[in-house]
């Protein structure tokens, strides 16, 4: 185990530097690049899949000739769950990337796109199994370059130069809020390892402090409100095997870095952490999807949609927190099964969303909303395979979106069992913002399906659209195959979940043994069973189809379809404008939720033609980030003065500063 | 709301009128043969979709009267529909304006088998007083094919219910 | 011998609960004609619709795809999914094992998603304008409907449907607690915004600006409309036989003899009819309200629902 994990590293690292030993000759890099990344991701989900069943621990040190700089690594059931997670995605991009670089592949060269791909998967494994300060920031600095290369892979356009920067800033200042969690960890532990940390005995205050750095540094991370700006700008300008990557997988590890984090450095919890989580995910969850419902770019919808989804895991481990930390384990359990059968669920369905954008653009080079239509028609499996993502992501039954919403909402109920009323009352409010926040992420995919896929094309690029290569279809087909079982099979999968609470909280569900009925809880009879509800949802509809579309009758033999037109209550001819658009189909919402919206709406009349202008954004950008630039600027501006570019100044500088050194050493 | 209450209760059921008149035992006996030829040929469910081609609105007016209390044609298990897809008639009045003309062969083609046509008063039998010209097509006929017509300035509800049992028995 | 039994009775269960929802649709138009004091259809009207739209013809238009095609069977086929979790005659059906009250929103929510994208499927504006609709209203009517059915739970501290109508049963006076008066006010709201009655939506319009649900079946006909409306009547049913249920649960059976089935029977018939006796008298005083009013009144069920949460944890857990 300890050496395949260490060769699926290595190979990952190779799938990179044969790119650039491949340079010249692009099918081959691609090939074996992609070949080599395949393969690592399968032993990835391999080994991930085994530690989770056998619960093994492995440690291993790779010494350096630096003192207290050793590189070190464990792989314990926390770190191979989410091996397992990268694994799977990497394993879809693996039969989609080729085919979708092919469109890149006259225009510009594809060596740094595959090196770094290759360099940003091996940083998020390295991230996943560092267990000292030293190896985890050095992974987690290299997986922030490495995807700043891959987001600015489309660099001519200026636009996506500014985004890339953003996501660079944002990633920087998280890896220094993180560096300064660590280090007051540091300063009350021996050593810098993670065993050592756990150990070690932090007063209240600084564990506080801590905690919060640590949440400000992974949350902008994961992207929770309001240090979310980076996401909706980096996403759509990423490719859409690199968004699905990101998406799907960083915002994930990010998830892990404070699991790993709170659960396993930290040695005490306090109840406030978990409600200070919950509230930040309620929020999240909620205004990520408003924002989510006035998109008409898709992939910025898409990355909307990701930052609603952290909100939920946040609730998530909010729920385990505050359970854990008033000593009921077993619930504590079950909050943070749901927050990781979440995480997966994200990863699956948002990749294939991701991967369904990327090949509507590749087809009619278009990514907003308003321009599509029709595309059913013209991509029928790329439709069936986006609409299984977006039942999923709506966490509708039988898929596996469904499953982890059950599990958070089931332990909510559990409310009563805490002694306080004010935490007592929290958990069924956020429950019910929790439903209002799936509700309106169906809205928003109801609304984002019927207007790429449904009603009538309304441009002319959609004519051209067809449906991609066996290989892309391939990858979205087996993403939704896997959102299915992951659906239909939820105790297979909790069983295998459930040794991450026994090693980070001491105990696990007692879950029954029966694979048929998820029964989260013993002595309460509350209970699903998915396969159950899906043959019978395929059985009833067979009964029903055979008996009403197989009897006689003088009219109602078959189904005509002859050329007949759709009945628009008599109005001429019906094109393309006569039907719903994204933004009408939202606006019932925007007038419900007013205020969650920097909303500017304007009218203009130019000699009889009307223009009708509607441009929402979200506060955050707008009244504190600009502000904050604006303010940062000011002092940088004010700090400027010092670099008076004359030489004699900074001579001057340097013998102030050795006699002020001189002065306060001696 | 409870004036609304008592009102109901002291006001009764008016559909069938305590004194006789004939009018009303006359609509009763139409009704009743109306609702045998409904519940052999339509399984007792007839749904009417109203097209107004370009009337006065008198005949509408008579058709609405067919959904008051005093007439109430929904107890001969008729009733009116929202769109042609889910009509068994199309009751067209009116002459046909040459702007509703594309919208009534549109409405006719969305309507399922089996299904019937009736030209409604004297505008949609012959096309009235305004007739054939640059702004009527005058008799519904002259669009779309019809089953039967119901002549009148306007026509009586009850002589709109025997123009519909006169098309029931012929078919 | 019991255990063949009880799935024996669930399934019956659910053919009655199928079979008799036109029956109750019919009775409440029946009323509401009584109470405009006029003599209406008869109550198996309703049959004779599902009859005749059978036999005719249907037709989908040229640019429908396979959504528009598939959704009835499904809506239909999850309609009775649900109806076979709810007690109708005997409080304690193995069916509700398989899914309980959290699976329920999430199957309506699945429906109504399938038929918000048939509503978009064939790019006309009504269509459209029936699924926004429809969406937002919904959207605004599932916290609320969550934050009851959680007050139900915690009191039962199970979200299995047949644990709390038998926790409800056993322990009558927890039905006159603050907090399920709350809930049951709450309730009704939800109920009368999800099943599309009057005051948010009236179900006999013929003005397409004024519809929520008709707007998105517009373009159905024969036995896809049969079936669409089929669902829509064993929906309200559900909602009203749940309501009956889980606020006053006397009389449903709990053993499997022949004189309790009949109570409950009766005891079901008598409640049906009253409820539907008060849905026709409120039908008739009450108007539609505009569409942009309707957000106030469900988050007024929101926060009915929420009160009965709040007053079920502060007052009555110790």
């Known amino acids: 185990m300890l050496l395949l994990t260490q060769i699926t590293v290595l190979i990952t690292i190779f799938a990179g530097i044969i790119a650039l030993l491949l340079q010249h000759w692009h099918r081959l890099a691609k090939f074996f690049s992609f070949a080599l990344l395949g393969l690592s991701s399968c032993l990835t989900i391999f080994i991930g899949s085994k530690t989770l069943i056998t619960q093994q621990n492995i440690t291993w040190q790779i010494v350096t000739a630096f003192p207290g700089l050793n590189w070190q690594f464990t792989l314990d059931p926390l770190a191979a769950f989410f091996l397992a997670i990268v694994g799977l995605i990497v394993l879809a991009i693996t039969f989609y990337g080729p085919a979708y670089l092919r469109g890149y592949e006259k225009k510009r060269s594809i060596t740094n796109m595959l090196l770094c791909t290759a360099l940003f998967v091996a940083a998020m494994y390295l991230v996943l199994l560092a267990s000292n300060v030293f190896s985890f920031l050095f992974a987690w600095e290299l997986m922030s370059l490495s995807s700043y290369f891959l987001v600015i892979y489309l660099h001519e356009n200026s636009v996506n130069r500014k985004a890339a920067f953003v996501y660079l800033l944002m990633a920087h200042a998280s890896g220094l809020f993180i560096l300064a969690s660590f280090g007051i960890l540091a300063k009350f532990s021996t050593n810098l390892d993670f065993i050592s940390i756990h150990l070690a005995h932090l007063p209240t205050l600084w564990a506080h402090c801590a905690f919060i750095l640590a949440l400000i540094g992974f949350g902008m991370k994961a992207g929770i409100i309001p240090l979310h700006v980076w996401l909706p700008r980096a996403h759509p300008v990423a490719p859409s095997h690199i968004s699905a990557l990101m998406s799907g997988v960083m915002l994930k590890i990010a998830i892990y870095g404070l699991l790993r984090f709170v659960f396993s450095l930290l040695g005490t919890l306090y109840w406030q952490w978990g409600v200070t989580i919950l509230i930040i995910g309620t929020v999240s969850a909620l205004l990520g999807v408003l924002y989510a419902l006035m998109q008409h770019d898709l992939k910025k919808l898409l990355a909307y949609h990701s930052i609603e989804n952290i909100g939920i895991i946040f609730i998530g481990i909010g729920l385990a927190i505050i359970f854990m930390s008033t000593n009921h384990p077993v619930l504590a359990a079950l909050g943070l099964v749901a927050a990781l059968y979440h995480c997966l669920n994200h990863a699956l369905f948002k990749s294939l969303l991701f991967l369904g954008a990327g090949v509507i653009q590749h087809q009619i080079h278009e990514q907003d909303l308003e321009k599509m239509g029709g595309l059913i028609h013209k991509m029928p499996h790329t439709a069936l395979f986006f609409l299984i993502g977006c039942i999923s992501i709506s966490a509708l039954p039988p898929f596996n979106g469904f499953v982890s919403e059950w599990l958070t909402y089931q332990t909510t109920l559990q409310a009563p069992m805490l002694s306080s009323g004010i935490l007592r009352t929290l958990l069924p409010i956020s429950a019910a913002l929790l439903a209002l926040t799936s509700a309106l992420a169906a809205t928003c995919f109801v609304k984002a399906y019927g207007a790429i896929f449904l009603g009538r094309p309304k441009t002319r690029q959609v004519r051209h659209a067809k449906d991609p290569t066996f290989s892309m279809v391939a990858a979205m087909g087996f993403l939704s195959l896997m959102c299915l079982v992951f659906g239909i099979f939820p105790v297979f999968t909790i069983n295998l979940i459930n040794s991450i609470p026994q090693q980070l909280l001491g105990t696990g569900l007692i879950t029954t043994k029966n694979w048929l009925w998820l029964m989260p809880l013993t002595g309460n009879t509350t209970t699903y069973a998915p396969l159950l509800l899906c043959f019978g949802v395929l059985t009833i509809g067979g009964v029903v189809f055979w008996l009403v579309s197989c009897r006689p009758s003088n009219y109602a033999k078959k189904i005509k379809d002859a050329g007949y037109i759709p009945w628009g209550c008599g109005f001429g001819k019906i094109g393309a404008t006569t039907q719903y658009t994204a933004s009408a189909f939202a606006m019932p919402i925007r007038r419900v939720f007013k205020g969650v919206w920097a909303v500017t709406e304007t009218l203009t009349k130019d000699n009889g033609n009307f223009e009708y202008n509607l441009i929402t954004e979200d506060w955050s950008w707008r009244y504190f980030y600009e502000k904050l630039e604006k303010y940062l600027t000011f002092i940088a501006r004010k700090i400027a003065y010092i670099q008076g570019g004359n030489v004699r100044i900074y001579l001057a500088y340097m013998f102030f500063t050795l006699l002020l050194l001189l002065w306060l050493v001696i | ?171 | 011998m019991v255990g063949y039994m009880i799935w024996v009775f669930a399934l019956l269960q659910t053919i009655l609960f199928v079979a008799a929802a036109p029956l109750l649709s019919g009775l409440v138009k029946w009323l509401k004609c009584r109470l405009q004091n006029r003599r209406g259809s008869s109550i198996l009207q309703p049959y004779r619709s599902l009859k005749k739209l059978f036999k005719k013809e249907t037709i989908v238009a040229n640019n429908a795809s396979f959504i528009f095609h598939f959704t009835p069977y499904l809506i239909f086929t999850i309609t009775i999914l649900i109806s076979a979790t709810i007690p109708l005659i005997i409080a304690n059906s193995p069916f509700t094992y398989i899914a309980d009250i959290i699976v329920l929103i999430g199957l309506f929510a699945l429906a109504r998603f399938f038929l918000a994208l048939s509503g978009l499927d064939i790019g006309t504006a009504f269509g459209g304008m029936g699924s926004s609709r429809e969406m937002m209203l919904s959207s605004l009517a599932e916290p609320a409907l969550l934050l009851a059915f959680f007050t139900l739970a915690m009191n039962a501290e199970s979200t299995n449907l047949s644990t709390i109508i038998q926790h409800f049963i056993t322990t009558k006076h927890l039905l006159f607690s603050p907090s399920l008066i709350f809930t049951a006010l709450g309730f009704v709201i939800i109920a009368v915004a999800e099943t599309g009655r009057i005051p948010i939506d009236n179900p006999d319009t013929h003005l397409e600006l004024t519809m929520i649900h008709e707007a998105m079946i517009l373009e159905y006909s024969g036995h896809h409309l049969a079936l669409i409306e089929w669902a829509s009547q064993i929906k309200f049913m559900i909602y009203c036989v749940l309501f009956v249920d889980l606020f006053f649960p006397f009389g449903l059976a709990t053993s499997l003899t022949l004189n309790v089935i009949g109570i409950s029977c009766l005891a079901l018939l008598a409640k049906l009819f009253f409820l539907s006796f008060t849905l026709s008298i409120a039908e008739i005083n009450l108007a539609k309200i505009r569409l942009f009013r309707a957000p106030y009144l469900l988050s007024f069920a929101f926060l009915l629902c929420l009160l009965g949460v709040l007053n079920h944890i502060i007052l009555e857990v110790r």
């Open chain 2, 1 to 171: 709301m409870l004036k609304t209450l008592t009102k109901i209760f002291k006001v009764g059921i008016v559909t069938e009128p305590l004194f006789s008149d004939k009018t009303s035992t006359e609509f009763e006996k139409t009704g009743s043969i109306c609702k045998k030829l409904i519940a052999t040929k339509f399984s007792g469910s007839f749904a009417i979709r109203q097209i107004d081609a370009g009337s006065c609105n008198g005949c509408e007016l008579e058709i609405h009267a067919l959904n008051n209390p005093f007439y109430s044609i929904e107890r001969f298990g008729i009733h009116f529909v929202a769109s042609p897809r889910h009509a068994d008639l199309l009751l067209v009045t009116g002459p046909v304006s040459r702007h509703m003309q594309a919208a009534l062969i549109t409405a006719y083609e969305a309507t399922p088998n089996p299904k019937l046509v009736i030209a409604v008063g004297d505008c949609g039998a012959c096309g009235g007083e305004f007739g054939c010209s640059y702004a009527s097509c005058g008799a519904v006929s002259n669009v779309i094919p019809v089953n039967g017509i119901i002549s009148g300035c306007p026509p009586t509800p009850t002589e709109l219910l025997r123009g519909i049992i006169n098309i029931l028995t012929k078919k």
